[in-house]
């Protein structure tokens, strides 16, 4: 299989706690992104990078989360004393830049982690 | 910030139907992407529309790129048990130097089939 995986798809964790997620991209793409989905909701923008240079961070990305990417291959969320707020699907997504003539970059998302906090 | 207003949010409908659903924003997007998301998985992309105007098929699904930039429809031809799910679109935009961009998400629609 050569596309997006993420591990683990569930973690369920106490208030407080630390977590990390891993996302590893589809190889050849030199482009990562993070997503947080909620219940009924379309997947919100957390963080984008580029090879390992982490390039755009969105207002949602709170003091508690960071993200990581050393060697522009895989990349890894971590959320810092977690709340129950921060229970969610994480996506990670990958894409190459597109070719000349017009054709651009497209997203291709993993399965998720999905976090429950208690 | 850009926002997508995708309709309707959920459908009920027969096995055999068509189905349209659609996205229009306040602001131009490059792209526009449609993805369909299953139960605890991640969303898988549709179709992709890169040009104003653009209509592309992928077998029996049909998408449209509004001449505006603004909007998008997707429509799905004589919609089968497995079609069910809930159908994203996504607006793209592309900024400065290095080409950064960002994927806008409408809220989604729902899809039941009865057989």
């Known amino acids: 299989d050569t596309g997006v995986s993420q591990d683990p798809r569930h973690k369920i964790t106490k208030r407080g706690q630390n977590v990390t997620f891993r996302c590893d991209p589809i190889s050849e793409h030199n482009r990562l992104y993070w997503y947080r989905q909620t219940l009924g909701q379309g997947p919100e923008f957390l963080t984008y990078f580029q090879n390992e240079a982490q390039l755009e961070k969105s207002r949602l990305l709170s003091d508690r989360f960071s993200a990581e990417r050393p060697k522009g291959s895989f990349s890894t969320l971590e959320i810092q004393r977690t709340e129950q707020g921060d229970s969610a699907m994480y996506l990670c997504?990958?894409?190459?830049?597109?070719?000349?003539?017009?054709?651009?970059?497209?997203?291709?998302f993993g399965p998720g982690t999905r976090l429950t906090v208690l | 910030g850009q926002q997508l207003n995708q309709s309707p949010q959920s459908m009920f409908i027969q096995e055999g139907e068509d189905v349209s659903m659609n996205c229009t924003s306040s602001?131009?997007?490059?792209?526009w992407l449609w993805y369909k998301q299953d139960p605890g998985e991640g969303p898988v992309l549709l179709i992709a529309?890169?040009?104003?105007?653009e209509l592309t098929s992928n077998g029996r699904l049909t998408a449209q790129f509004g001449i505006t930039r603004k909007d998008s429809f997707l429509n799905i031809s004589a919609s089968i048990p497995s079609d069910v799910g809930i159908y994203f679109c996504a607006g793209q935009l592309f900024f400065g130097l290095g080409r950064r961009q960002k994927l806008v998400f409408g809220q989604g629609t729902r899809l039941t089939i009865n057989p």
């Open positions: 602001s131009i997007f490059n792209t």
């Open positions: 529309l890169y040009k104003a105007g």
């Open positions: 997504a990958s894409s190459t830049p597109g070719l000349a003539g017009g054709r651009t970059d497209t997203q291709y």
